[in-house]
Nanobody
């Protein structure tokens, strides 16, 4: 079992940066694949980024590639999402998620077992 708590969201202007953090409980954190997803009003939840248990492999959605970067610190039981050059279309609730199957990095929402409560990111134009 792992509990996830996101932080770092807020209201920013287009072009600004934000860094989201996700704090995880549990000694098995380092074995999990970690991902960030987001859900905008009236839209389905979508994949944003994912990272392997070691941090050596990362994946980013095409819509955020080159602007967002996922990273993790297993010593701190934390995963991060650095978001640069934010756009109004990035406005959403951002969720941190953990996948117990550390053998592969999944981009599929249903593969993730644990979810945080989400943090709101609002980008004004």
């Amino acid at each position: 079992q792992v509990q996830l708590v996101e932080s770092g969201g807020g209201l920013v202007q287009a072009g600004d940066s934000l860094r989201l953090s996700c704090a995880a409980s549990g000694r098995t954190f380092r074995a999990y694949i970690m991902g960030w997803f987001r859900q905008a009003p009236g839209k389905e939840r979508e994949f944003v980024a994912a990272i392997s248990w070691s941090g050596s492999s990362t994946y980013h959605a095409d819509s955020v590639k080159g602007r967002f970067t996922i990273s993790r610190d297993n010593a701190r039981n934390a995963v991060y999402l650095q978001m640069n050059s934010l756009k109004p279309e990035d406005t959403a609730v951002y969720y941190c998620a953990a996948d117990r199957d550390g053998s592969r990095v999944s981009l599929i929402i249903d593969d993730y077992d644990y979810w945080g409560q989400g943090t709101q990111v609002t980008v004004s134009s």
